[in-house]
């Protein structure tokens, strides 16, 4: 079974600088995505970036890019120029494909344990 | 708008008690899920369907059950409430893409949870 490990469960960033939350993922597959959701309090997780592991280049989007090393099985979230609302929990995930492209299995995410990211004014 | 909604956002009860965690989306997305979710750990898969008349138990053994009549509607079910079932409970559903490669990029869409406090 595929594990996804967080080791940072808290993290703080000044306003506009750059932070990385770490993940790390055990799995004997060689195709999967990888995803980065995140949790405001009290409000709805919504993906923030995702990645698929046949892709080598890294995903971006807008401040948000992933430092992605399959070899390493390391997939970390890097937030560029903090803002207030960025102040949330980040969950990163891993997704199987190996059943999915032969037509079986379920399409569920395993989900690290989160790192909560507080944003110092 | 297209969203997903859960209710309630918030719900006490006591020990016995039979509650429903109503779940409802407005995207026509074929597949819907339940996860479990408790301070500080990760969220756990209870229950999933892909379709009408669908439904599987997730990774997470649990004592509820689930109903899929309408595409739209997915709701939880606790015929007897325990304190061991306090948690915050997530609706979440996704695209319906065609299989394969590409299906694997499914985003999943959640609701904003229901966090039951059982006494």
């Known amino acids: 079974a595929q594990t996804v490990t967080q080791s940072q469960p808290e993290m703080s960033v000044q306003e506009a600088e750059t932070v990385t939350l770490s993940c790390t993922y055990d799995?004997?597959?060689?195709?999967?995505?990888l995803f980065w959701y995140k949790q405001p309090p009290s409000r709805q997780m919504i993906l923030v970036i995702r990645q698929e592991a046949y892709k080598q280049q890294n995903a971006t989007e807008n401040r948000f890019s992933v430092n992605f090393q399959k070899a390493a099985k390391s997939f970390s979230l890097k937030i560029s120029d903090s803002q207030l609302g960025d102040a949330a929990m980040y969950f990163c995930a891993y997704r199987s494909l190996r059943e999915l492209l032969v037509g079986a299995g379920s399409y569920q995410l395993t989900f690290g344990k989160g790192t909560k990211l507080s944003v110092i004014p | 708008e297209a969203d997903i909604y859960q209710t309630p956002r918030y719900l006490v009860i006591g020990t016995g008690k039979k509650i429903t965690l109503e779940c409802s989306q407005t995207m026509g997305h074929d597949k819907m899920y339940w996860y479990q979710q408790d301070p500080g750990m990760e969220l756990h898969l209870i229950h999933y369907s892909y379709g009408v008349n669908s439904t599987e138990k997730g990774d997470l053994s649990s004592e509820s059950t689930v109903s899929r009549i309408r595409t739209e509607h997915f709701p939880l079910t606790l015929e007897s409430a325990r304190p061991s079932h306090t948690s915050q409970y997530l609706c979440a559903s996704s695209e319906s893409r065609t299989s394969g490669r590409v299906s694997g990029a499914n985003v999943l869409t959640f609701g904003a949870g229901s966090r039951l406090t059982v006494l």
């Open positions: 799995t004997s597959e060689s195709d999967y995505y």
